[in-house]
């Protein structure tokens, strides 16, 4: 729908039971320049029928029919396709029922002794009909991006809860461990209960990540073990009749990406895939190490020679047609029906790749299927080490702590683990207690532990106050937001630091040295 261009067809359902008369419209709107085609209809049952089963640009009805009338015609049309533009074109409609005829949804309407008015009224109807589908667009993107936000703020607010909870497993459980031996026989689950906390942790940033609260994080990684965690999830999405198929090379290599961000990308395509095979099918997703030489770098721009790690997503599904192909990547396009897809899919898979320095090229035929091939630089093995099953070793210290924590359990156990470090404790649960302790006590503050979101005062606020009468306190602030936007701003401040929940024994204790043992 929009405005006529040259060649474009314009599909009309004409209701006029006069065939010379038909005839004559199809002949005027052609000899004007239109591109036209007819279908017409002269009962009810038929108008309905072609009305559901095909696409039209357009209705043109005559007011008076023998088998039923112009407005009953309106009626259905506005229940069927309400977006439909409806003209009446009738000899014997007059200028009261005309006006009627409007005000019941009827676009326009053109007396037959006045034929050559048809032309222009069909002209503007099919250009302000272009007007609201662009804005009925718009709308539709505003909407989605305020459901976003929506389930971005919700987002954040249930990892932050999650994280204040496996900050209590993970410090409860290393508490544990740090009192048993090697040959304790609770030893192996509190490690994996520690090693499960860790995942879940994982779980709660990815959580973070799609509801676009936290922002991408580069990690080495092996991409077997990330399709092959995923494998579960991917078979629930598509569905019994799709035959997902690992294709995993042993010689793959290591990349380096978000790994959230990566599954977003294997999953979008994955269920793509499924779309394109409406009657099951078979998915591959393969990983495999190549080299990709001068003359593929020559016909890809953006492509360096060199080593490659390929993530493919193979379906034997619909495949995507040439006009199409050409169009994948763009942000908003779809060839979903309105409702089904935002059209935002292929253009973060897009992104995401680009962004870590990777290459997507899609290979498909009409019929045939599609395959997704993403071409991401090798890189060198993972940073991050397994967790460790013996006993950890926390440095210590002496000086004074003041911790501030709105939530009972985190507090409690961030005193204890401190305490067990030698250091002097005072605990507060808000930062009005805080201050209250301070101007009691007076104690020479060497660490002020405070978490970012409390009620009443925040963290950063506390800080400045406690700075104030004791210019020398270092802070550490803690958070179940992985990144907060104020705080980002902190951070060029020498004496503030930050340290994201959930923590372990040990990394509160390394984090806490660390900010002491700074230099200012």
């Not at 779309?275 to 016909?299: F, H, N, W």
């Not at 401040?493 to 040990?506: A, E, I, Q, T």
Request: with cysteine.
């Amino acid at each position: 729908m929009g405005v006529i261009r040259a060649g474009q067809e314009l599909r009309v359902l004409h209701l006029e039971d006069d065939a010379a008369y038909r005839k004559f419209v199809v002949n005027l709107l052609r000899r004007e320049g239109m591109a036209v085609r007819f279908s017409h209809a002269e009962s009810c049952e038929e108008f309905v029928h072609l009305l559901q089963g095909e696409r039209f640009d357009l209705v043109i009805s005559d007011y008076t029919l023998p088998a039923f009338d112009g407005l009953s015609a309106l009626s259905i049309a506005k229940s069927i396709r309400p977006e439909l533009p409806f003209i009446f074109l009738s000899g014997t409609m007059g200028e009261e029922r005309a006006a009627e005829a409007v005000l019941n949804g009827a676009t326009d309407y053109v007396l037959k002794d006045r034929p050559l008015r048809l032309v222009s009224v069909i002209r503007r109807a099919i250009r302000e009909e272009g007007e609201r589908e662009v804005r009925r667009s718009l709308e539709a993107q505003l909407l989605q991006a305020q459901k976003m936000e929506c389930v971005g703020r919700l987002a954040g607010g249930v990892a932050h809860d999650f994280n204040n909870l496996l900050t209590v497993i993970s410090g409860r459980a290393d508490m544990l461990l740090s009192g048993k031996g090697e040959l304790d026989p609770d030893r192996e689950d509190l490690v994996e209960i520690r090693q499960a906390a860790t995942r879940a942790a994982e779980l709660t940033r990815r959580l973070l990540m799609f509801g676009r609260a936290d922002h991408p994080r580069a990690q080495s990684l092996d991409p077997r073990v990330l399709v092959s965690d995923l494998l579960k999830m991917i078979r629930r999405l598509i569905g019994e009749d799709i035959e997902v198929v690992a294709e995993l090379a042993e010689d793959a290599g290591w990349i380096r990406v978000d790994a959230a961000q990566m599954e977003q990308v294997l999953v979008n395509l994955a269920v793509n895939a499924r779309d394109a095979m409406p009657r099951g099918g078979k998915l591959i997703i393969g990983v495999r190490t190549l080299d990709l030489d001068e003359d593929y770098a020559s016909r890809h721009l953006d492509v360096l020679p060199g080593r490659y790690i390929e993530l493919r997503v193979e379906d034997n599904g619909q495949g995507i047609a040439p006009e199409v192909l050409p169009h994948i990547f763009e942000p908003f396009f779809t060839t979903k029906e309105p409702g089904k897809g935002t059209g935002l899919g292929l253009s973060m898979v897009y992104g995401a790749v680009r962004q870590w320095g990777g290459h997507v090229e899609v290979r498909t035929s009409p019929g045939g299927g599609a395959a997704f091939l993403i071409y991401m630089p090798q890189a060198a093995e993972s940073e991050f080490s397994v967790l460790p099953t013996e006993a950890q070793t926390c440095p210590r210290g002496c000086e004074t702590v003041l911790l501030v924590e709105d939530d009972d359990m985190v507090r409690t156990i961030a005193c204890r683990i401190l305490r067990a470090g030698g250091y002097e404790v005072i605990e507060a649960s808000n930062a009005q207690e805080a201050l209250a302790r301070i101007e009691k006590s007076g104690p020479r503050l060497d660490l002020l532990v405070t978490d970012v979101v409390m009620p009443g005062m925040s963290g950063w606020e506390l800080v400045d106050l406690v700075r104030q009468n004791s210019p020398k306190t270092r802070a550490l602030l803690i958070s179940g937001y992985e990144a907060h936007q104020m705080l980002e701003k902190r951070m060029s401040d020498s004496y503030m630091h930050f340290l994201p929940k959930p923590f372990s024994m040990k990394t509160l204790s390394e984090k806490v040295r660390e900010v002491l043992d700074a230099v200012e």
